[in-house]
Antibody, heavy 120, light 107 residues
Framework: QVQLVESGGGVVQPGGSLRLSCAASGFDFRIFAMHWVRQAPGKGLEWVAVLSRDGDREAYSGSVKGRFTISKDNSKNTLFLQMNRLTREDTGVYYC?????????????WGTGTSVTVSS | DIQMTQSPSSLSASVGDRVTITCQASQNINKDLNWYQQRPGKAPRLLIYDASILERGVPSRFSGGGSGRQFSLTISSLQPEDSATYYCQQFDNVPLTFGGGTKVEIK
């Protein structure tokens, strides 16, 4: 079945870095855009980044632009989020998600999320 | 960035009630709007895309409407399993943005 499984979350100090991974299975990873969406504790959803299916277009929210990088490895069916210069405001659950289209349209598959805590 | 404002932020209704949630965009987004449901402790789930198209497998008691700047999500007959938080999200332009959410509770 279609599945997204995130990993790489944990506790990191402010200013540190973390790399999240998302293993995709059950569908052709190469033909859909992929997103990261996060949710701070007790708060709403916040879109983080999108990568086009071909990997040639990407976009970021203003709060992470210049610090986070989205990428993927088609040979391993894996999506990544490299997070640098982390702040306490980056704490939350990070969801990997699949779009229905080649860039952005609607998200119809979600992972279960991985938790990131930025704390000293 | 396009701002999405949902109202109300929370509501409490009885089983069988008709419930409507509204979402307003800060600028014209045509029909580039999606609705998601998130139950406690779970990942979000797509309900409606393109403002009014029901995702496969979503019960027909859910419906969406609107265009331009004003949108709505209606649950025609509220069920216990509809207890959740609902989010609108625009895809007219990046950065994609979500509304603040509407928490629906069952009386």
């Amino acid at each position: 079945q279609v599945q997204l499984v995130e990993s790489g979350g944990g506790v990191v100090q402010p200013g540190g870095s973390l790399r999240l991974s998302c293993a995709a299975s059950g569908f052709d990873f190469r033909i859909f855009a992929m997103h990261w969406v996060r949710q701070a504790p007790g708060k709403g959803l916040e879109w983080v980044a999108v990568l086009s299916r071909d990997g040639d277009r990407e976009a970021y929210s203003g709060s992470v632009k210049g610090r986070f990088t989205i990428s993927k490895d088609n040979s391993k069916n894996t999506l990544f989020l490299q997070m640098n210069r982390l702040t306490r405001e980056d704490t939350g659950v990070y969801y990997c998600a699949r779009d229905a289209a080649e860039y952005y349209y609607y998200i119809n598959v979600w992972g279960t999320g991985t938790s990131v805590t930025v704390s000293s | 960035d396009i701002q999405m404002t949902q109202s109300p932020s929370s509501l409490s209704a009885s089983v069988g009630d008709r419930v409507t949630i509204t979402c307003q965009a800060s600028q014209n987004i045509n029909k580039d709007l999606n609705w998601y449901q998130q139950r406690p402790g779970k990942a979000p789930r797509l309900l409606i895309y393109d403002a009014s198209i029901l995702e496969r497998g979503v019960p027909s008691r859910f419906s969406g409407g609107g265009s331009g700047r004003q949108f709505s999500l209606t649950i025609s007959s509220l069920q216990p399993e509809d207890s959740a938080t609902y989010y609108c999200q625009q895809f007219d332009n990046v950065p994609l943005t979500f509304g603040g959410g509407t928490k629906v509770e069952i009386k």
